[in-house]
Nanobody, 118 residues
Framework: QVQLVESGGGLVQAGGSLRLSCAAS????????MAWYRQAPGKQREWVAI???????NYAASVKGRFTITRDNAKNTVNLQMSNLEPEDTAVYYC????????????WGQGTQVTVSS
């Protein structure tokens, strides 16, 4: 088990920046991947960014070039730096920890609200 706590959400104007953080209650070293997802009102939760154990990152097309995900195994944190924000980025952002392999499992945080005004 692991508890994930997101922070850093808030209200920002279009074109602004925010930095989301996800703090884990234990070491994240052994998680196969850490990711961020988001869910806008009336929409399904969608994947935003992922960092795989080893450092490989990947991004949804809608955020590529604007968002950066980083993983600090020593501090048990995962961050999402968001720049050039757009109103379409408004959503609740969720931290996600993934175990792959024989017993796959996902862990989720409670989410943090990001609102981008036009």
């Amino acid at each position: 088990q692991v508890q994930l706590v997101e922070s850093g959400g808030g209200l920002v104007q279009a074109g602004g920046s925010l930095r989301l953080s996800c703090a884990a209650s234990r070491s994240i070293f052994n998680f196969s991947a850490m990711a961020w997802y988001r869910q806008a009102p009336g929409k399904q939760r969608e994947w935003v960014a992922i960092v795989i154990n080893g450092g490989t990152t990947n991004y949804a097309a809608s955020v590529k070039g604007r968002f950066t995900i980083t993983r600090d195994n020593a501090k048990n944190t995962v961050n999402l730096q968001m720049s050039n924000l757009e109103p379409e980025d408004t959503a609740v952002y969720y931290c996600n920890a993934q175990n792959w392999g024989r017993n796959p499992h996902n862990y989720w945080g409670q989410g943090t609200q990001v609102t981008v005004s036009s």
